[in-house]
C-alpha cells in the first residue's frame, strides 16, 4: 500500500538540499545516500546519485522514466545465483 496523497510523495530533506546546492554550485559528481525509501522527483532527473545496499554503493544515473520510483528498486540488496540444479562437483 502506498503513501496517502495528502502527505505527498516521501523525499529526504537532506537528500533535496544536496542536490539543490551541487545544482548552484555546478558540482558534476555523485551524491551518496542511503535513503533507499526516498521517492524520486523531478529535480533529481540528470543527476547521478550512489545508493547505499547495505555493502557498496550502487551506481544510480537518475532518468526521467524513474520519477515516482523508489531509489532502492535501483539498488539490489541480493545477489541471485540461480536455483538449485546440477552441481558441477557431485555425480
Known amino acids: 500500500m502506498g503513501r496517502s496523497l495528502k502527505k505527498g510523495p516521501y ?9 539543490e546546492k551541487a545544482e548552484t554550485s555546478g558540482a ?3 551524491i ?6 526516498c521517492t524520486i522527483v ?8 550512489e545508493v547505499h545496499n547495505g555493502k557498496i554503493f550502487t551506481k ?3 532518468t526521467e522514466d524513474m520519477v515516482g520510483h523508489k531509489f532502492g528498486e535501483f539498488s539490489p540488496t541480493r545477489i541471485f545465483r540461480g536455483h538449485g540444479g546440477k552441481s558441477k562437483g557431485k555425480r
Do not use: H, I, M, Q
Open 11 to 19: 523525499v529526504d530533506e537532506r537528500l533535496l538540499e544536496k542536490v
Open 28 to 30: 558534476r559528481g555523485p
Open 32 to 37: 551518496r545516500t542511503w535513503s533507499r525509501a
Open 42 to 49: 523531478p529535480e533529481f532527473v540528470g543527476k547521478n546519485f
Open 60 to 62: 544510480v544515473y537518475v
